[in-house]
């Protein structure tokens, strides 16, 4: 028990991991998203007009960056940051339907990617820095092209995307929505697998995480629970069958309201999550239970964000943020 935060650990297993605060970030909105850049030095957030960019080790505030073109008298939040892999880049999707693409050094506007019809909820950069995945209540996905500045892919569905992720190999591109299924298409746009079923969410999918191997795929969703996904699309080899669903290989359960954010660690030990019960969990993927929770926070946790790169020691860094205005980066540790 700290001054704002605590604990609980699960006495059902035996305890291996320790969490320490390391910086409280002060908002003056709702956070609605956390993420590192590649080489773990940098926390972005997105707040209500502006986006953030701080420094891990001292938490120090480094910019703001915020369109002054946009009306300042009604609410526009930042729903998605993600950094380029070289970290030259912010992408900050928002209310308005836009991508932006900062330029972080000048902090100029370097895209401007127009074609969603609603909110984008979700980005990602893929990891040779040139597609960046969008995802809107406008019901698709879509691709798009840095460098030519083109939207080269729109994935539709049946019902809005509320989130997307790129495998780390590239050559997939998954997303979560409202209709409670999880899709992954091949980078072409081939439906390679539709995860859903008696053993899918009962409720709409509100995350999705690849496992850094991209062999699995985590989800959060609305009905409480966490989902691990093996996925069992062949690699490379388009078929014209129908998309197999993967297979749920377990289901984490434990949270008492809404999953909002889900994650797994650089080195793929803990599954990490972020509920409406204001609450974070670190999970044990290979059994399912619960290592620990984390209350930190005085409302929603609307984002957790691992940072990529474990520190000397092993030490590993998260981030959240929450409804309580603030964002807050952790340390985690082995004990």
């Not at 401007?112 to 209540?137: K, P, V």
């Not at 985590?218 to 009905?223: E, M, Q, Y």
């Amino acid at each position: 028990m700290k001054d704002d935060w605590w604990v609980i650990f699960n006495a059902a297993v035996p305890r291996v991991l320790d969490v320490e605060l390391v910086h409280t970030l002060a908002h003056e909105s709702v956070v609605c998203c956390v993420r590192f850049s590649m080489d773990g030095k940098y926390v972005a957030t997105g707040c209500n007009r502006s986006a953030q960019i701080y420094d891990v080790e001292t938490g120090e505030k480094l910019c703001i960056l915020q369109d002054e073109n946009i009306d300042l008298t009604g609410d526009l939040y930042i729903r998605s940051v993600c950094f380029s892999p070289d970290g030259k880049y912010l992408a900050t999707g928002a209310e308005d339907k836009l991508i932006r693409v900062w330029d972080i050094q000048s902090r100029t506007i370097r895209n401007t990617f127009h074609g969603h019809e609603q909110d984008i909820y979700s980005l990602d950069f893929s990891r040779d820095g040139r597609t960046i995945a969008s995802g809107s209540g406008d019901r698709t996905v879509r691709l798009w092209d840095i460098e030519t500045g083109q939207n080269t892919s729109v994935l539709s569905i049946e019902d809005g995307v509320t989130t997307v992720a790129i495998s780390p190999d590239k050559q997939f591109v998954a997303a979560g929505s409202l209709d409670k299924s999880v899709r992954v298409w091949d980078m072409r746009g081939y439906l390679a697998e539709r995860l859903e079923g008696p053993d899918g969410h009962k409720d709409s999918v509100y995350s999705v995480a690849f496992s850094p191997d991209g062999r699995n795929l985590v989800s959060g969703s609305l009905d409480k629970t966490i989902k691990m996904w093996e996925l069992s699309a062949p690699r490379g080899i388009p078929t014209s069958a129908p998309p197999k669903g993967g297979r749920c290989i377990k289901t984490f359960e434990g949270h008492r309201d809404f999953v909002l954010s889900v994650a797994l660690t650089p080195d793929s030990q803990w599954v990490l999550s972020g509920s409406k019960d204001r609450g974070v969990q670190f999970w044990d993927p290979r059994t399912g239970h619960t290592q620990l929770m984390l209350q930190g926070h005085k409302n929603s946790v609307i984002s957790v964000a691992p940072s990529p790169v474990t520190g000397p020691n092993g030490v590993g860094y998260f981030a959240t943020g929450s409804g309580d205005m603030r964002a807050r980066i952790w340390s985690y540790s082995r004990i």
